[in-house]
């Protein structure tokens, strides 16, 4: 999920077909950030398994956009929705891991899933905060 977050749209769902289950990436971003790169995100439902899946690329403008253009009014929908989010899997490598620490942290502090079904998974992410950032985390965050 982590690697999907740097390629396409059409290589986001060639990953996800790549897993068990049906995964409907409903909102995808790719903008342009720092030096010539461009700092991309997802955002994807299992509807089998009722699980929320964000992926991160790189930089905080992509997670900014993407819970500013969709995410925020997405959570909002959930606590409306019959079939709701039973289960979060929040992701991202280097930077695009830090994004993803810093979101599951406002995802589980918004009460959006509980904290408990939230899974934080990052790759060769940079440290975040200190130790009482660390240790809220650990309370926040149960699956990490």
């Known amino acids: 999920m982590a690697a999907a977050a740097y390629g396409s749209v059409d290589n986001f769902i060639y990953c996800l077909q790549t897993l068990t289950g049906s995964y409907d990436v409903f909102f ?9 790169e ?3 995100g997802f955002m994807a439902l299992s509807l089998e398994d009722k699980a929320l899946i964000l992926s991160f690329g790189t930089s905080k403008y992509a997670y900014k956009q993407l819970l500013n ?4 009014s997405v959570f909002n929908k959930r606590r409306r929705s019959p079939l709701g989010f039973g289960s979060g899997m929040i992701t991202g490598h280097s930077i695009g891991g830090a994004i993803a620490s810093i979101a599951a942290a406002k995802i589980a502090s918004a009460n959006v899933i509980d904290a408990k079904q939230i899974k934080l998974v990052t790759f060769g992410q940079p440290r975040v ?3 009482a950032w660390a240790a809220a985390m650990e309370n926040a965050v149960g699956n990490f």
């Open 28 to 36: 995808d971003i790719q903008i342009p950030c720092l030096t010539n």
């Open 38 to 40: 461009t700092c991309t």
């Open 69 to 72: 253009d969709s995410g925020e």
């Open 129 to 131: 905060g200190n130790k």
